[in-house]
Structures are given as C-alpha cells and as structure tokens.
C-alpha cells in the first residue's frame, strides 16, 4: 500500500514521517526526486526547482514496494496511490513555523494563502483517490500518527473526512 502524507509546507509532514519510519518505509519526495534527476528548471519566483510529476508519478510507480510506504512531501499526492493524508494547520502557525525556518516573507504568505484557499486538500479530492484530512495545529505528532494509524486500519473516525478543517475566517487577513 502507498500512502501520501502530504501538505503545505510547515504542517509538519516531515515531523510526521520522522515517526513513521520506525516501523515504516518514508520516501521523502524531495530527496527523491532530487536523487532521481527528477529536477527540472530553477523557478527563481517561487525559488525552488520545478518537477514532472508525471515522470515523479512514472519513477516511484517502478520502485519495488512491498507492504505499506508512505510518501512524504507537498507533491506526494500526485502519485498514484491508495491513500492520500492530507495534513492541515492554523495558517499563523504556519507563518511562525515557516518564519523560524528563514523563509521570505514572499514565500510565508504564499504557502499560508495555499493553506487558507485548501488548495492541496483540493488537488487531493480531485484526484479520486480515498483522501482523509487531519488538523494538526493542536497535536502532538504522536497524536497525529495514531490518527494515521486508525485511518491505516479501515476504522471510521468523523474529523479526518475532507473538508471538516476551514480557514476561510482568516481570508481578510492574508488577501
């Protein structure tokens, strides 16, 4: 089973996954597609590089999985597979966390915005695939990967149905 973690950056994907990998095989999309040659052009806007996530969804599509994988990045939800977490956050926790990474101001109100207009959330549902949403703003991450681990066993729990986290409050403040 492939399942993607993913995210706006800040949510706390990474710290997520750090968990996951005592018991679980991690693919860290960035690594990965660096590792890959996956990289296409530097996008001096948005500075970062630019990846085909046709050709990311082709590369890991190939890789031998056995068992569950989960995929951890802000693009997972592009591959094909079975299950996509998305994880969400207050968008002022993100600016602090993404403030405190260095990041430009730029760059913090763009991801806070893709935060508040659902956009991954969004992409995610849109893809088909079974998608389940976890706010994480007031969870540990050991909370967070026990709510991942009910979702793994099949078992119904209300607040991680898309859709249940809105930001929409805040809009006035980053637009």
């Known amino acids: ?5 993913t995210g706006t950056p800040g949510v706390g994907k990474s710290t997520v996954s750090s968990i ?29 590089y630019d990846v085909d996530v046709e050709k990311l969804n082709d590369s890991i599509m190939s890789e031998d999985i056995e068992g569950t994988v989960f995929l951890d ?10 299950k996509i977490i998305v994880l969400r956050c207050e968008p002022h926790v993100i600016y602090d966390r ?6 430009d101001e730029r760059k913090i109100l763009e991801n806070v915005q893709t935060e508040v207009l659902d956009v991954i959330l969004s992409e995610s549902v849109d893809s088909g695939i079974d998608t389940y949403e976890i706010d994480c703003t007031e969870l540990t991450p050991e909370q967070v990967v026990s ?22 409050e805040e809009m006035d403040e980053w637009f």
């Open 98 to 103: 993404l403030k405190q990474r260095g990041y």
């Open 147 to 168: 709510k991942i681990g009910i979702i793994m066993n099949g078992e119904d729990i209300p607040d991680v149905t898309p859709g249940h986290v809105d930001w929409s």
């Open 20 to 48: 996951l990998r005592k018991e679980y095989r991690v693919i860290d999309i960035h690594s990965y597609a660096e590792d890959h040659g996956l990289f296409e052009s530097f996008d001096e806007e948005a500075g970062s």
């Open 73 to 82: 990045g802000h693009l997972s939800h592009f591959v094909d597979c079975d």
């Open 1 to 5: 089973m492939l399942v993607a973690i």
